[in-house]
T-cell receptor
């Protein structure tokens, strides 16, 4: 079984729709992250959370929001999707005490906004 | 603002040849990671480099870190087709990763 799972794996939606991407992990890690990947730009950090009560903006948080429902769950929402949010989205987890914050990535969600 | 630059961005090489991918970064950090990504797949951790002078090797890949020069290298020895993928370096600053643009490696027979 995968340690970090993301749902859905693929999503096509229309401009203006609200979308939620979900991430769950069974690694027992405290820290969770959301990234987006665009061709030629590497991965960019959207939001991160070091524990259930901690939420922080990353490099590109505008247009996104997150919810840390439990240690194992971290959701990313697009309140009103726009075409330039079309990208591959990755969730990642890490643990400060395990391999010093090495991040482990989920399989990704491919989102297309028409 | 931390900037991470990789070069080359595209690399086409023949099987059996050696080559090096470079990762330069702009702000002091003593923690750097290398990841591999196959097309349409997630990122797979290759190396964790935690101090100046760190060197890690796995098969045909060897990674090193020079924190004074703010430079990491990923050296490929006697490339094989299975190494074709995109390779990313990522620099840790305050427990947040900043990624390079990635190096798309193609190994030709």
């Amino acid at each position: 079984d995968a340690d970090v799972t993301q749902t859905p794996r693929n999503r096509i939606t229309k401009t203006g729709k609200r979308i939620m991407l979900e991430c769950s992990q069974t690694k027992g890690h405290d820290r969770m992250y959301w990234y987006r990947q665009d061709p030629g730009l590497g991965l960019r950090l959207i939001y991160y959370s070091f524990d259930v009560k901690d939420i922080n903006k990353g490099e590109i948080s505008d247009g996104y929001s997150v919810s840390r429902q439990a240690q194992a769950k971290f959701s990313l929402s697009l309140e009103s999707a726009i075409p330039n949010q079309t990208a591959l989205y990755f969730c990642a987890t890490s643990d400060r005490g395990e391999r010093l914050d090495e991040q482990f990535f989920g399989p990704g969600t491919r989102l297309t906004v028409l | 603002e931390l900037k991470v630059e990789q070069n080359p961005l595209f690399l086409s090489m023949q099987e059996g040849k050696n080559y090096t991918i470079y990762c330069n970064y702009s702000t002091t950090s003593d923690r750097l990671y290398w990841y591999r990504q196959d097309p349409g797949k997630s990122l797979e951790s290759l190396f964790v480099l935690l101090s100046n002078g760190a060197v890690k090797q796995e098969g045909r890949l060897m990674a090193s870190l020079d924190t004074k020069a703010r430079l990491s290298t990923l050296h490929i020895t006697a490339a094989v087709h299975d190494l074709s993928a995109t390779y990313f370096c990522a620099v840790d600053l305050d427990s947040r990763l900043t990624f390079g643009e990635g190096t798309q490696l193609t190994v030709n027979p």
